[in-house]
């Protein structure tokens, strides 16, 4: 399944099943094919909680579409990220490439830090470039959706207590991180990583949770990133960034999982960001960093592009830009609540 979210009419985020441009809303799932009205009224971290495994609804599902249910057009809903996490977990340097690019020594355990649900917007939302950071950088990464409660999980039980998998795009304030490349003389990061990685809308997440049975072995999926600029050379084309494989890891998601969980409890609905692979901005020569105006967008393989303008402290980008076009074909496309 694809699951997805979307706004009812008190601006609730509820649940979906994404079927290429139509979604099957657990409201109509209710309705129609047995499943509980209470679970059709969650948002997906509650509905990982009260339906174990996805099982009733999975069955439900398969009992619409028996019937020949059809969903509603997904331009019809006012669709957002697919879920808020009540935990996210992001890992540091877990690429090979990625540690190559920096000249850093291959290290021998995972770097956590943490990111808040303040940064998780969907497809399509802008990216906020507030007015202390002037380096924005962009980073694909493949998001793990917990399940099952996880307390000291051994690596090779550690799938089984996974819901699914998504998309994410790890916005960075490279001078507020303090990576050398984005200061100028005089200047130092923060110290730690909290404002330059989860700042308002810094955690693109998306387009949908696609679940573990559709995806058993997330271990050489590609990864890849854009970026198309408002301005330069290169105005109005999308440049290609990133292109890697979760291959590359130096700690795949089952070592990850067993790594996090020995000394914090992951609960359903809680998200993982696994890192990053080489190609981002701060690191090239020179450095390339995302402007308002520009759109990124990234992408992770059998799950799914997210794309996001760029937009200034005011909300606004410079007429006539990719961010100010696509916020204007979100705002055209309208959406209706189910």
């Known amino acids: 399944m694809r699951l997805v979210a979307y706004l009812d009419e008190l601006d609730l985020p509820v649940v979906g099943v994404a079927d290429g441009d ?10 129609v094919a047995g499943l509980r009205e209470e679970l059709a009224m969650l948002d997906l971290r509650g509905l990982l909680a009260e339906d174990v495994d996805l099982a009733e609804t999975r069955e439900a599902l ?23 996490p009540g935990k996210i977990v992001c890992i540091g340097q877990n690429y090979r490439g990625h540690i190559r690019e920096q000249g850093l020594a291959i290290p021998d355990r995972p770097t956590l830090f943490a990111a808040f649900a303040n940064a998780v917007v969907g497809d399509g939302e802008p990216v906020i470039r507030h007015a202390f950071t002037r380096a924005l950088d962009l980073e694909v990464e493949l998001a793990v959706v917990v399940g ?36 100028r003389e005089g200047e130092r990061g923060d110290g730690q990583w909290l404002r330059a990685k989860s700042s308002d809308t810094f955690l693109p997440l ?24 408002a301005a330069g050379p290169h105005a109005g084309r999308e440049v290609a960034m990133q292109n890697g494989q979760t291959s590359d890891m130096i700690f795949d998601v089952p070592a990850l ?7 914090i409890t992951l609960e359903p609905g809680d998200v ?64 209706r609540s189910d």
């Open 22 to 31: 139509r979604v099957l809303t657990l409201a109509r799932l209710a309705d």
């Open 62 to 84: 398969g009992r619409a579409l028996a019937a020949g249910l059809s969903g509603v057009p997904a331009t019809s809903l006012r669709l957002v990220a697919p879920l808020e």
């Open 148 to 183: 099952r409660q996880m307390r000291r999980v051994a690596a090779a039980d550690a799938l089984a207590h996974v819901a699914g998998y998504a998309a994410a795009n790890d916005i960075s304030a490279r001078d507020l991180q303090g990576a050398r490349p984005a200061l």
């Open 206 to 229: 998306g387009p949908s949770v696609v679940t573990a049975d559709e995806l058993p072995a997330p271990f050489d999926l590609r990864l890849r990133s854009w970026r198309t600029p």
């Open 257 to 263: 999982l067993e790594f996090i969980s020995a000394v």
């Open 272 to 335: 993982v960001v696994t890192g990053t692979p080489s190609g981002v901005g701060v690191f090239r020569n020179p450095p390339v960093f995302l402007e308002p105006g520009d759109v990124v967008r990234v992408e992770v393989e059998r799950i799914g592009s997210l794309t996001n303008p760029i937009v200034g402290p005011d909300g606004g980008a410079p007429a006539g830009s990719p961010a100010t076009e696509l916020l204007a074909r979100r705002a055209g496309a309208g959406g």
